[in-house]
């Protein structure tokens, strides 16, 4: 069931992001203690949720786009770490609505809370993330930092409605879907990055930078996540192949070969993804379509180049080992398909 | 079925907000002008879900109050607008959540978003409404009026999920259900109230006096509204005598006559919330119990004392004419029981 994608940058050795990890490793320590702090409640069942998503392994790596971010331009404050945090919130709040949106049961292999303490409490505990991210922007004190995140917040929660209609419609073109994962997923990237400058007091030029970097980077990221669900490795993701599909979600390798198919075929996918009709044969299927097809090799071609273009609005920058860690975080996102 | 209270104040006359509708009759056109813009966008369904809520008709009280609160200070900015209707998207994505939440079907007679779009577009345009009014806020470019709302948003947040605790459990104690109401509904009329006098840069005394005003009309308000649950006109409210009780929630005056109640009774209230047993002859017994033990009238007798309270945080103030409209709010808010 292997899906074998050649890179053409293959001869790279496997992407790491331990430079990043390493440059941001004692802002991200206080940034975990800060989420201890700030999930924290009289109100038992908060950081008892709280703890469930925290322990869950996400490999923060939007918070620590932030923490380099700021790093770049030289801020030696301590508001970078507080808007890491809030960033960390946000995707944490949306990731408990998600959740109970798409009513999904597993997330990175371990049961979602709204298994374990119910949709309600999903919803709330997400809505209570929320409003302790704004307290921690409010904190910071950037005007200019709480315009851009509260704007992604709107955003992304926009996508995510949008999503509700491109769910199951296979009609939906390229476009469309890249509307969707650019609201919904690229917009935080894209605040993360865009934060640091803020803060740092960087010019226009270098948040305009950081921000198309951001932006490109969540479409690459979330179009790798998207081949991801129809092969590739399974460890790193902690996603089992084909969720998506059993879940009828739209994504774009669904996209193109549905698009790319015969009346036939668009028939099988209208039964797998419309009628639910989407057991381990038809899974085999689909990927069997899918390959058939290219539609898993352009997905990954799709992430590549929105990758170069975020390589290329860094590029004008100084050469920073910060600068060098963003463009790892790329060729990372990049590499779990390879 | 109806209950019959002796209002000590009787005399003065039905209270009515028309002072308040009429000092803030401009500005919130413009308060309505702003929701109908910001609750649009590209995606259909968010104006189509939005303007249900907004032609559902509720009195809006809360962004007159801050306009008031404004105006009584001498504000002369634009900024106020966009706070109160800030306020009132705050109050709208907790009403989406809290449907959900307590999977209501009605709500003020019409039935509720997510009987007609779902679950999945209430939480969905909740937070969507939510990142609409932080950009709003941070348009006005006050950090201390978004750190006062941003914080009651947590707080609101946190008081849902106290909730989920309280809800069926009828040995929660009257100091506890206060600490969830205090949360749910008072924090968002203190920082509704409490922002008016922070963008008119009014003294730390002012601040603290509508905060003050703001947090008690909230516990009186919601003690009314919980009173009205088992009795009082209809007409005012939308809501349907024993909407609560079906709900098994657990409210002042169930925890009242619960308390006072024999064993037999105790039993009796036992099957209907926490068995769901609520009918309508379990009703009319609930409501025959409460009145045995002066439920009803102990609730709405809590909420002249906050009243009283809120009264008196304003006191001191210079008198003026907004001074006057909010006086006539919390008698308005009390009368509802009359």
Redesign the interface.
């Known amino acids: 069931m292997g899906v074998v994608v050649n890179l053409e940058d293959g001869k790279r050795g496997p992407a790491s992001i331990d430079r990043l990890i390493g440059l941001t490793k004692d802002d991200m320590a206080r940034v975990n203690e800060l989420i201890l702090s700030k999930a924290g409640?009289d109100?038992e069942?908060?950081p008892e949720l709280a703890r469930h998503l925290i322990s869950s392994g996400g490999k923060r790596l939007r918070p620590m786009v932030t923490l380099a971010a700021a790093q770049m331009f030289g801020y030696a404050g301590e508001g970078h770490v507080k808007l890491a945090t809030s960033v960390e919130f946000m995707h944490t709040a949306t990731l408990l609505?998600d959740d109970?949106?798409d009513e999904s049961d597993m997330r990175r292999g371990k049961k979602t809370a709204r298994m374990i303490w119910g949709?309600?409490?999903s919803?709330?505990?997400g809505?209570?993330l929320?409003?302790?991210a704004?307290?921690m922007?409010?904190?910071v004190?950037s005007?200019d930092a709480?315009?851009v995140l509260?704007?992604?917040?709107?955003?992304?929660?926009?996508g995510?409605?949008?999503q509700?209609?491109v769910a199951k419609n296979l009609e939906t073109t390229e476009d469309e879907y890249l509307a969707v994962i650019r609201a919904k997923t690229a917009a935080l990237f894209s605040a993360a990055a865009e934060v640091g400058p803020i803060i740092a007091q960087a010019s226009r030029n270098d948040r305009a930078a950081l921000r198309s970097f951001g932006t490109n980077l969540g479409l690459a990221f979330q179009l790798v996540d998207d081949a991801l669900d129809y092969g590739g490795s399974t460890s790193d993701l902690g996603k089992n192949v084909g969720d998506d599909f059993r879940e009828g979600k739209v994504t774009l390798p669904v996209i193109l070969a549905y698009r790319r198919g015969s009346e036939e075929e668009r028939q099988f996918w209208k039964r797998a993804i419309e009628d639910n009709e989407a057991d381990e044969a038809a899974l085999e299927k689909a990927i069997g379509l899918m390959n058939r097809h290219g539609a898993i090799g352009d997905t990954i071609g799709r992430a590549r180049h929105f990758g170069e273009i975020a390589r290329d609005a860094l590029a004008p920058l100084k050469n920073t080992p910060q600068k060098a860690a963003l463009f790892d975080v790329i060729d990372f996102c990049i590499s779990r398909v390879s």
Chains 1, 2 share one sequence.
């Open positions: 409640s109100v069942l908060i609505h109970v949106v949709n309600q409490a919803v709330l505990v809505d209570f929320l409003g302790q704004f307290r922007m409010v904190d004190g005007l709480l315009d509260s704007t992604a917040a709107a955003i992304i929660a926009e995510e409605v949008m509700l209609d």
